[in-house]
């Protein structure tokens, strides 16, 4: 059983770094978001942190979750809402983000001072809870909410892992509070990697597929360009955009500065009401 665990742990470890490595390709061409990005990476730490844990405590019994574990779980408590709010369109207030930031910063300072203290076995309760209700409500916006025209080709594969994290996470929190603690590692050990494991696979699946998207030349709809409010200029740069040009290269064809692209290029978004180019393509492209 622990051999299991040991390889269940490094092959979503490998999947993650993969998917974070895309990610960051990803970002660079402007079709990724850094919440994205920080949500992946809340994961891998939290993987990377059940494995040293694991090797620890190897040999004797486990004493509960370790410091570094509680503050992965804090930050993805606060990078799952933060990302799936800026994938989603909703009409939440804009301090919500704000005021799980200051939740996250007043748990992540109480683990800290646990550790030091002495008192680090009870906030595993908060911090779970925090994890808990924080993953819950961002799997029930997932299901109650449409996405953002740059995920909406996953949204039946997003609507299938949130429900697979409405059915589970209430699961693992009661086998949390159920459970003997010295069991805590085994039960964390196999129902978060699995579910990780689901979620790097799907984003390495998404990243590659967008890649894909970008590496090939991309067409532009003519009505599609003509629907928005768009100058002349602005549609040769929208052209360009959806083939893939980067600023640097647009600016040489059109024999404008730098600047000026980049201005076009943000009202292009603002008029099309997209954010990134990927956004973008999918609602000019001529498979659209």
């Known amino acids: 059983m622990e051999v299991v665990e040991v390889v269940l742990l490094v092959l979503v470890y490998t999947v993650l770094t993969l998917a974070l490595f895309l990610e960051f390709v990803c970002y660079k061409k402007n079709l990724e978001s850094i919440e994205t990005i920080a949500f992946t990476s809340s994961l891998l730490l939290l993987i990377i942190s059940l494995t040293i844990t694991y090797f620890l405590d190897l040999g004797q019994p486990t004493q509960g979750i370790h410091v ?34 200051a939740i996250t910063s007043i748990l992540g300072a109480l683990v800290v001072a646990g550790h030091f203290v002495g008192f680090l076995k009870m906030m595993q309760y908060p911090v779970v809870i925090f994890l808990g209700i924080s993953v819950v409500l961002s799997m029930i916006l997932i299901r109650t909410t449409k996405p953002q025209i740059r995920i909406a080709h996953r949204e039946q594969q997003e609507q299938y892992i949130a429900l697979a994290f409405l059915i589970c996470i209430p699961i693992a929190l009661f086998l ?28 390495l699946s998404d990243d590659i597929q967008r890649l894909a998207l970008f590496r090939d030349k991309q067409a532009v709809n003519e009505q599609n360009l003509n629907n928005y409010a ?24 059109l024999f404008i500065s730098l600047p000026t692209v980049k201005t076009h290029a943000s009202n292009v978004y603002k008029k099309c009401k997209v954010t990134n180019r990927m956004e973008l393509i999918g609602l000019l492209g001529s498979n659209r």
């Open 68 to 101: 570094f574990t509680l503050l992965a779980m804090c930050l993805i408590g606060y990078t799952t809402p933060l990302n799936v709010i800026q994938e989603r369109k909703h009409a939440l207030p804009p301090w919500l983000p704000q005021g799980i930031l």
């Open 230 to 253: 768009l100058t002349n200029r602005e549609k040769e740069v929208a052209v360009l955009l959806v083939e893939g040009n980067s600023y640097k290269q647009i600016a040489e064809k």
């Open 176 to 203: 949390d509070f159920a459970v003997p603690a010295q069991s805590i590692a085994i039960r964390t050990g196999f129902t978060v990697p699995i579910l990780f494991l689901i979620m790097g696979i799907s984003k």
